[in-house]
């Protein structure tokens, strides 16, 4: 079973085909399981497989988060200096020529006589001195056909990239677009480095390398799902209460029937989420070695400071519906709340006075609830709202002009901030996934709503 994924991972590295990621993020993902699956029996201890589907999960994440880079993110990777400042190969210009040319490129026959003298005129200003140093030079003449003398640099082929990543069927091998899409990929490889080194898997995790968790960050994996056989279901609790459709009070769960119903999201309606925690506490200093002592290379990795001893991999499906509702209600909640900051900044006033906050720090609270039960039944139960309105002024904290939300009969809080609801409404993102964001509130929170070790 892991021969041809890991088969199919080695051939991508060594054919240098890396622009495949949403094909290397399902191999991985699909890795992530096998590993994950205890009655799947492959020789190894429990300790290895566990290291193993991390190495994959993180390969996962990276492989996902470049390709949101090449797509989403291409104004901010194009602002790297060696991408304007370096001319790209003749085979590569060749390409974009071919690409981006068009009859605008030169003056049309129909042409506004005024814009035409204006293109005349831009064109052929001088630069500055000419070749000899003694007078002004003339600019390029306007090209009146044939192919303009472009220089191209490579953020022309970075969008060029984008464009076609967006657009290409990894399952249509034949096609032009396809080749035309390969050989943009493997000349900017070859051309750019920090192409090569921020948007490229070069290598696949060694089953003996060391792997870093540091302590408490999270980092998340979406995959949709279909809408599991026991939706229409209502179960008994189980003694984790983590899978779907069980309570963690030994009682059945309610589902609203609207979200039974709900056909928005077609096939898949519902969402596996990933989860890797890290340990829900800042790990102390470790004291460097004493001089002229020798160091075991594999000893200081695993004592390097701020490395998890006991990280949590944990798959959680969840209905979509619920999910962008978390979403959602944290950003619109969290630009409500930099309203509120906006406002006592102006007025001189402290954010535990402002008139909406106590108001808002309870939408929070439910929204805090709605995660917590979300991630033990799967779904967010339909009487989520009346349990938070139980809630007694205990579970409200202000410490030091910050609202606190205290988890019952244990020592979990989220601190009622712009952070918090950033990170909770970032991982509550399917089409995203999440890199070891460091907050030590958020992973001991997530870490309780699944039932593992806080502290």
């Not at 060029?160 to 390969?182: H, K, M, P, T, V």
């Not at 002024?393 to 809080?413: L, W, Y």
Request: proline letters at 6%; one cysteine or more; charged letters at 20%.
């Amino acid at each position: 079973m892991l021969g041809p994924l890991t088969t199919a991972l080695q051939y991508i590295v060594n054919t240098q085909a890396n622009c495949l990621w949403s094909t290397i993020k399902a191999i991985c993902i699909e890795l992530v399981e096998v590993f994950g699956d205890d009655s799947i029996e492959l020789g190894d201890d429990q300790s290895s497989r566990l290291k193993q589907a991390l190495q994959y999960l993180n390969l996962a994440i990276l492989a996902n988060n470049q390709y949101r880079k090449i797509t989403e993110n291409t104004v901010d990777l194009s602002a790297d200096p060696s991408f304007s400042n370096v001319s790209v190969s003749e085979e590569l210009s060749r390409i974009l020529i071919n690409c981006f040319t068009s009859s605008m490129s030169t003056p049309l026959p129909n042409m506004h006589p005024a814009a035409l003298a204006a293109v005349a005129a831009s064109a052929n200003e001088p630069t500055g001195k000419d070749a000899k140093g003694k007078g002004p030079s003339k600019g390029a003449p306007v090209p009146t056909g044939g192919t303009p003398n472009y220089t191209f640099t490579g953020r022309d082929a970075l969008y060029l990239l984008s464009s076609l990543s967006r657009d290409i069927n990894a399952f249509n091998c034949d096609g032009d677009d396809n080749d035309l899409y390969f050989d943009v990929h493997l000349l900017l490889k070859k051309t750019f480095n920090v192409y090569d080194s921020q948007c490229c898997i070069n290598s696949l995790p060694a089953k003996d390398g060391n792997i870093l968790i540091p302590a408490t960050t999270v980092s998340t994996l979406w995959k949709f799902v279909n809408t599991p056989s026991n939706w229409n279901e209502t179960k008994k609790a189980n003694t984790n209460g983590i899978s779907n459709g069980e309570g963690s009070d030994g009682n059945s769960v309610k589902r609203e029937s609207k979200a039974m119903m709900d056909s928005n999201f077609g096939l898949y309606s519902h969402a596996a989420i990933f989860f890797l925690l890290g340990d829900a506490k800042v790990p102390a200093p470790v004291a460097p070695p004493p001089k002229g002592a020798k160091v075991d290379p594999n000893a200081a990795a695993s004592a390097t400071p701020g490395a998890s001893t006991d990280p949590i991999l944990t798959k959680v499906v969840l209905y979509r519906g619920d999910v962008y509702r978390v979403e959602k209600g944290m950003r619109v909640l969290r630009e409500s709340f930099a309203a509120m900051e906006a406002s006592t900044t102006t007025s001189g006033s402290t954010l535990p006075n402002h008139p909406n906050y106590l108001t808002s720090a309870r939408q929070f609270g439910a929204l805090v609830y709605h995660i917590l039960a979300m991630l033990r039944h799967g779904f967010i139960p339909y009487d989520a709202e009346v349990e938070v309105m139980n809630w007694t002024e205990s579970n409200f904290i202000i410490a030091d002009g910050i609202m606190k939300i205290q988890m019952e009969k244990v020592n979990v809080s989220l601190p009622f901030n712009r952070k918090v609801m950033t990170n909770l409404a970032d991982i509550f993102t399917t089409q995203r996934d999440m890199y070891q964001i460091p907050d030590l509130e958020v992973c001991t929170f997530i870490r309780y709503a699944l039932g593992h070790k806080t502290g």
